[in-house]
Structures are given as structure tokens and as C-alpha cells.
């Protein structure tokens, strides 16, 4: 009997512990960030999506963080940035040496939709509606316009630029990396409709040139000198002329449409999102 009852006294005392380690609660530590990934349980989407969160060194004693949504490519998925791109090294280092703001980086899975909402899936209503909110309920960031940035690269770089102009209460900053800015007969059905009966609403010249860039939202684009979707950036940047924009910086660097060229820049980008106030 003492036996037993010592056992169930061992057992209640571990609980608490157990219950926080079923919880997955992320490690926090001064000296380095860390990834962690989640899922959510879509209605729009109708299923279970997972996505990757990095979160800065110390987060846990930190608050009002700023948040970066950083959106994959076609074929891609919600781990390639930390995978293939070494986002959260590129961040612990700028973090520690001072030169960005410690912040959150919310890696979402878009699977190939361009992040519209489409024949695949709502993504743009799960991003923005479902997702971004219960990233910010369960983490302390600023949750304000501007502390909020969102970029990608190739598919993700058009989904970068769509979202941020589609909804520029949200965001107050914009990076396309090598975005996949298609002609009618280069895009998927899904993207313009099959007939292009989406083309004006969907294209992101037509929308600049219909609704002007939205004050106060800073943007970068960069794109590698051998990239095959040059053509597409070189038109979006001839519609930038005449337009507001507060801070603009355009790249065409060495380089193609791989891995390789967007590792070797993810400092570049996140100094453009967060860097410290004397910095853009």
C-alpha cells in the first residue's frame, strides 16, 4: 500500500511536466531562435495544413514582435525556407549582431495555388483570415500594420506581392524574390482562369495600374540576371514609375532561379523586413 501511494505521488508530482512537454512547448533560449511546426485545422480548406514558425532568441521574454509571412515556390512546401534557405540561421546571426529586429517568421503551405483563392483551395482566405489570426493569438506580436511584412520567392513572390496589395491594412511591406509574374500563356489555368477571365483582377501590373501602390508600404525586388521570368519583373518595374512609394529597392543580382541564389541573399531580405531603425 505505501508503495502504491508513493507511485501515485510520484506520478501527480510528473503531471504538470508531462502535460507541458504533450503541450510542445517551444524551447526558448537566449543564445539561438528556434523552428518549431504547428498544424491547423482549416474550414475554408476543408483539411489539416501544417506550417513552420521561427521564433527569435529569448522570444519568450520578448513582446510586441514584428511578423513576417515568407511564402514558398511552386512545387514547394512550408519547410523549404528553412530547409533550402537557411532563413533561420540568416535570422539568428542578424538577431544577435544587432543589425535586424528580433521578430517572428510565420512559413505557411501554399501548396501550388499561387495563393488565390481557386479551384485548389481558398488559400488566400486561409492565409489571411485564418492562419495570420491564429499565429498572433498564440504568440506576442505587435499585431499592427506596421510590424507586419510578407514576402516569397517565385510563386511565392507573386503571392507576396497579391496579398500585400490586396490587403495593404495588413501589411506595410512587400518582398518578391524572383516573383513568377506570368503572361496569360505561361500561367496555370487556375491563376488567371481558364478563359483569363481573371486576368485583370489577378495580374499585378493591371492592379497598380488600376489602384495605385497603396501609401506607405515599402517594397523589394530582386531577381537573379540569368532568371528565366526577367521579362515579367522588367514589366512590373516599368509600372512602378510615377508611383508613391516610400522605399523601394530593385536587385538584379548574379545568379538564376535556385536555392543557391536565394540562401545567399536571405540576409539581404531580412534587413529589408526588420532591419533596426536607423536602417530601411
Known sequence: MIARMALLLLVALLLPALTVAAQGEP???????????????????????????????????????????????????????????????????????????????????????????GPLGDYETYIIEELLSAVEADFLTAAARDSRFIGGLSMGGYGALYLGLRHPDLFSAIGAHSPALLSPEEAPPWLYGSQQELFTERDIVNLIMRDGWPSHMRLFVDIGAADKLMQGVYIFFGSLFGQPLPYFEGHVWPGGHYWGYWSLHAPDYLRFYAGTPEMP
Request: hydrophobic fraction near 35%.
Open 27 to 117: 524551447p526558448c533560449s537566449p543564445d539561438a531562435g528556434t523552428v518549431i511546426t504547428r498544424s491547423l485545422n482549416s474550414a475554408v480548406l476543408g483539411q489539416t495544413k501544417q506550417y513552420n514558425l521561427y521564433l527569435p532568441p529569448d522570444w519568450c521574454h520578448l513582446s510586441d514582435l514584428p511578423l513576417l509571412i515568407m511564402l514558398h515556390g511552386r512545387n514547394g512546401d512550408y519547410t523549404d525556407w528553412v530547409n533550402k534557405g537557411g532563413l533561420d540561421q540568416a535570422a539568428d546571426t542578424l538577431i544577435r549582431s544587432g543589425e535586424i529586429r528580433p521578430l517572428i517568421i510565420l512559413m505557411p503551405d501554399g501548396d501550388d495555388s499561387f495563393y488565390v483563392n
